[in-house]
């Protein structure tokens, strides 16, 4: 077998003609600022291959039925092995998935309960909350039920033609049968209705209504709604339903999904439920004293998953409610499991939302899976992680355009002795602020006790950058997105989740600087604006708009091309005959943000250069950026606030540290033009820029939740917080 990963004449997205070899059996970290092009080797070009790779080893049959993968622009790879790519997307599986589920430590408590339980249930699906065996009758094993709350439903102050329906607009087929058909007077507000009216309004069934021409059964707005929303949809409530819906714990097993068969059987005085309820460290003790071979496998996995910082999670503890960093570092425990050898692991930032406290553990995993005999992958910032890299690939020198190139390739020692801005960086101390800013007001958040909070108070300044620190599962999150931004709704919460958007939504079309550009093609040609849309008059009527055409072939890879007829530009032939200096509406697409701010008076444009994203071209698709491009757009989007809360969710994952300056620069900015600035972070070089600390803890889960510091940076390093410590640690 080869010892190296041999990668040849790389070209996707950015990357310009790279060669490189990866050693095998090794840790290898891929640095770069934001954009440089690593993800484009790693998951575009190694994972993507990796796995069209391994499906055309299946039969034709089987492989039909895989999802397609594309074969990545490359000369040659060679030397790959299989992939696994633990990232930082939500796990899936909906309200049945739990972190028991998952790392299937669940399917081991089932077994011991199955064999020690008192009175035992039966076997181990009597135990199983995702079977019919086991699960309660009163919410199919979910926990909780959905229910209907009338009063958000109906408004009683109306009549049926001033829309006391809310899901029922005046005008639609429901509203017509309620209100045109003669059944009620629509011009009487439902207060007024009689007993029996209300009745029939809400509950009736079962009888035919004629409207039109037509024969319609009778439903009542609540047996309409069951219909239709509750009894298809328990498990994900229908968006459209969702605002008018309770969900409550289920009153038959308290929360607990199991039947009470299953809920009878104990051991040392808990059932199942106990168990799953408990904290993993706690859990660890419990099972320990058993003195079980069962247990003690459970014990061996809840270990590993103390190990990596996650022992303030709960077994009950839904998979879809875990944030990216826990995710990642969840699948991480649950591969380590595996006796797998020779495969390739890939990791995006595993240190996100790690405070520094615990990155050794997750780098002792990493290390662990090398030595297991895996070649190991990682994209990261993280100055504790870096260090432990056997072989690091340094990209650059820029992002976008002026990125795409290996400038530098070896050892850790070399990297930081080295010229480039990675080796620079790592060779860099920062001390604190010698000022910190005074705030201009105080802002409350009282009596915060969601999840593990214990009655938190905090008073927030106004106008200045205040750093909220603690390790992860002390309440870090809670106290911001469900506390801070519930007492005070008009906060505006910055975080990198996925822009809801259209695919062929773009910086230019969520910018809103389409229209400006539209309106200025008309105006200067005599044409409609609609025919610089690619969505609608514009069109390539080749590829509908879309640039490329997509050729499935049924028993190969599928074949992105770039449309013939339009050259990739999505318009078609009289959209492109019309130009602005000397510019078609294509060109402009094709303009980096930066260009075209030089060009245009689009000042929403100008705004992502000042984000450090002006190598962004107006159209490239938004699917296609990173977590951190993302949250910097959704900033330049709402840039132009003034006086304002801003909350930021750790904004420095995505970011190397050349990156991480430009973001202070950002925020100083923020402050400076009369904005509140709050950031989640672990980053400490954010920390020290701040000028204000809140550190939760001590610990996670039920022993955090407290305020353990309020004050300056200046005041924390004499404080005896972990994050004090590390800060004073990084200050050497
Ligand atoms: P990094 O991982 O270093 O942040 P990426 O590899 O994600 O960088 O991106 C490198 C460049 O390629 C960026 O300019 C990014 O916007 C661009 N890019 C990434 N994916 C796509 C894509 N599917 N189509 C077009 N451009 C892309
Ligand atoms: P941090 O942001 O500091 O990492 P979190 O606020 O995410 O911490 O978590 C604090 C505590 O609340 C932890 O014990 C965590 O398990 C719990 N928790 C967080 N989100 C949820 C949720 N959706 N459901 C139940 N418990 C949660
Ligand atoms: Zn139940
Ligand atoms: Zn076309």
């Not at 706690?282 to 004293?289: S, T």
């Not at 780098?363 to 190991?376: A, F, I, M, Q």
């Not at 050349?658 to 973001?663: G, I, K």
């Not at 980053?683 to 550190?695: P, Q, R, S």
């Amino acid at each position: 077998m080869a010892r190296d990963i041999e990668l040849t004449g790389l070209r996707q997205n950015n990357l310009k003609d790279v060669t490189l070899r990866l050693p095998k059996e090794r840790l290898t970290v891929f640095t770069g600022v934001s954009g440089s092009g690593k993800s484009s080797i790693v998951f575009g070009t190694i994972a993507m291959e990796s796995q069209r790779q391994l499906n055309e080893t299946f039969s034709a049959f089987v492989r039909h039925r895989l999802p397609k993968h594309e074969r990545p622009r490359a000369e040659r790879m060679a030397g790959l092995t299989a992939a696994v790519v633990v990232d930082q997307k939500p796990v899936g599986g909906g309200a049945r998935s739990t972190v028991g589920t998952m790392t299937e430590v669940h399917a081991l408590l089932r077994v011991l309960f199955s064999r020690r339980g008192e009175p035992s249930a039966g076997l181990a699906t009597a135990y199983s909350f995702n079977d019919p065996q086991g699960m309660c009758p009163g919410c199919d094993g979910l926990g909780r039920t959905v229910e209907l709350d009338l009063d958000l439903l109906i408004d009683p102050d109306l009549s049926l033609n001033q829309g006391a329906l809310a899901l029922h607009p005046i005008g639609t087929a429901p509203w017509q049968i309620y209100a045109t058909t003669g059944l009620f007077d629509p011009d009487k507000p439902l207060r007024d209705f009689t007993r029996k009216e209300r009745e029939l309004l809400l509950y009736g069934s079962g009888f035919k209504v004629k409207r039109g021409d037509y024969n319609n059964t009778y439903e009542g707005v609540v047996v309409r709604f069951d219909r239709l929303y509750l009894q298809r949809a328990r498990e994900q409530v229908d968006e459209e339903a969702r605002p008018y819906v309770r969900e409550r714990t289920c009153a038959t097993c308290g929360g607990a999904r199991l039947n009470a068969a299953a809920l009878a059987s104990r051991i040392g005085g808990r059932n199942l439920a106990d168990h799953c309820a408990m904290e993993v460290s706690d859990l660890i003790e419990v099972l320990g004293r058993l003195g079980d071979p069962v247990a003690e496998a459970a014990v061996e996995s809840l270990r590993r998953i103390e190990a990596i910082g996650l022992g303030y999670l709960s077994l009950a503890r839904e998979t879809p409610t875990l944030s990216g960093g826990e995710a990642q570092r969840l699948k991480t425990v649950r591969n380590l499991g595996s006796s797998l050898t020779g495969m390739t692991y890939i990791f995006d930032e595993p240190s996100v939302g790690l405070h520094p406290r615990d990155v050794h553990r997750l780098g002792d995993l990493l290390v662990e899976l090398r030595d297991k005999g895996n070649t190991v992958l990682v994209v990261e910032h993280d100055r504790d992680l870096i260090a432990l890299a056997d072989h690091v690939v340094d990209l650059g020198p820029g992002a976008g355009a002026d990125g795409g190139r290996v400038v530098f390739e070896g050892t850790v020692p070399e990297l930081t002795a080295g010229p480039t801005l990675t080796g620079r960086m790592l060779r860099r101390t920062t001390g604190l602020k010698e000022r910190v800013r005074e705030p201009s007001g105080r802002l409350t958040v009282a009596g915060a006790n969601t999840h593990n909070l214990k009655d938190v108070t905090v008073h927030l300044p106004l106008g200045v950058l205040t750093a909220v620190t603690g390790v992860a599962g002390s309440g870090k999150s809670t106290l911001m997105r469900r506390e801070l931004v519930a007492q005070h709704p008009d906060a505006i919460l910055i975080d990198q989740s996925a822009i809801a958007a259209s695919i062929r939504s773009t910086p230019a079309t969520y910018l809103n600087a389409m229209d400006p550009l539209r309106r200025l093609f008309a105006q200067a040609n005599g044409v409609s604006p609609g025919m610089f849309s690619f969505n609608s008059a514009g069109a390539c009527p080749v590829c509908k708009g879309r640039g490329e055409i997509k050729t499935d072939l049924a028993f190969m890879d599928p074949v992105t091309r770039v449309c013939d007829a339009c050259g990739g530009s999505r318009y078609n032939p009289e959209a492109l005959s019309y130009t602005v200096a000397g510019r078609t509406i294509a060109d402009v697409l094709a303009m980096t943000a930066d260009e075209a701010a030089r060009v245009f008076d689009l000042p929403q444009v100008a705004r992502l250069g000042e984000l450090g994203l002006g190598y962004l071209t107006l159209g490239q698709p938004l699917s296609t950026l990173s977590g951190g491009e993302r949250q910097r757009l959704k900033l330049a989007h709402r840039l132009r606030e003034r006086g304002r809360l801003y909350v930021f969710d750790e904004p420095t994952s995505g970011l190397h540290m050349a990156d991480v300056d430009t973001l202070l620069a950002l925020l100083d900015r923020l402050v400076d033009e009369g904005n509140t600035v709050v950031v989640v972070e672990h980053d400490l070089d954010v920390v020290k820029h701040a000028d204000w600390v809140i550190d939760l803890g001590p610990e996670a889960g039920q022993h955090g939740g407290r305020v353990v510091f309020e004050g300056t940076p200046a005041e924390l390093t004499e404080a005896s917080t972990y994050t004090a410590k590390y800060l004073v640690k990084s200050l050497d």
